[in-house]
């Protein structure tokens, strides 16, 4: 069973690490947009659509990668007091009663606006000229599909730590810098080894 949690972890990992590239190249279309607009008098009427697509697929897509971190938002003030069977029971009642149906909705909406957008060939009526949108469209039930996949994870989480009365491991991955552990360990740092006394000391002078 651990073995499935973190293959599907792994999965929904690489797929945020993936298309976390595209903050970059969302930065630098930004960025020539505003050159090319303001420097050379060259607006581009279908960057603007470009960017929405860009960051609604960046969005999209980092979904199942940040709730296989844990990293949605909740109430974590009440949440990080209760214990982790209490945790995973209310867990699993929002799983089941939000969660789910949310989700199986998206990914077949998402999959009917993409069979349309592709029937049509559709394309953005925003600006003159729209790029196409039918391969944005084609995110939406594939992000929809990883999104549900992680979360029937989350579920046998809740599961295995409502029968053990502990959450089973994740996938390791970069973690944010915790400002007060790091002040610690600099003041451990420098802090002179509890075992020199000053006469050692001395005599190492």
């Known amino acids: 069973m651990q073995k499935f949690f973190l293959t599907v972890d792994r999965i929904s990992t690489y797929a945020g690490h993936a298309f976390a590239w595209l903050i970059v190249a969302l930065t630098g279309l930004i960025g020539w947009e505003v050159f090319s607009r303001y420097v050379l008098n060259n607006p581009h009427p279908w960057a603007f659509d470009v960017q929405i697509m860009?960051?609604?697929?960046?969005?999209?897509?980092a979904g199942a990668y940040t709730l296989s971190k844990n990293g949605h938002v909740r109430g974590d003030i009440l949440y990080g007091f209760f214990k982790p069977r209490t945790q995973a029971f209310f867990d699993l009642l929002l799983y089941l009663i939000f969660f789910l149906p949310g989700v199986i909705a998206l990914a077949w909406a998402g999959y009917s606006y993409a069979g349309d957008s592709w029937a049509i060939?559709?394309?953005?009526?925003?600006?003159?000229?729209?790029?196409?949108?039918?391969?944005f469209k084609t995110v939406i039930p594939i992000a929809g599909v990883l999104l549900l996949l992680q979360g029937v994870v989350e579920i046998l989480r809740c599961i295995v730590c409502l029968r053990d009365g502990e959450w089973p491991s994740r996938e390791q991955d970069v973690e944010e810098v915790d400002v007060d552990k790091l002040k610690a360990m600099v003041s451990h740092e420098g802090e002179p080894p509890h075992n020199v006394g000053p006469v050692s000391a001395a005599g190492e002078r």
Do not use: N, Q, V
């Not at 860009?54 to 897509?61: A, R, S, V």
């Not at 394309?123 to 039918?134: K, T």
């Open 121 to 135: 060939r559709e394309h953005s009526s925003i600006s003159a000229d729209g790029p196409p949108l039918y391969p």
């Open 54 to 61: 860009m960051y609604g697929t960046l969005f999209m897509m």
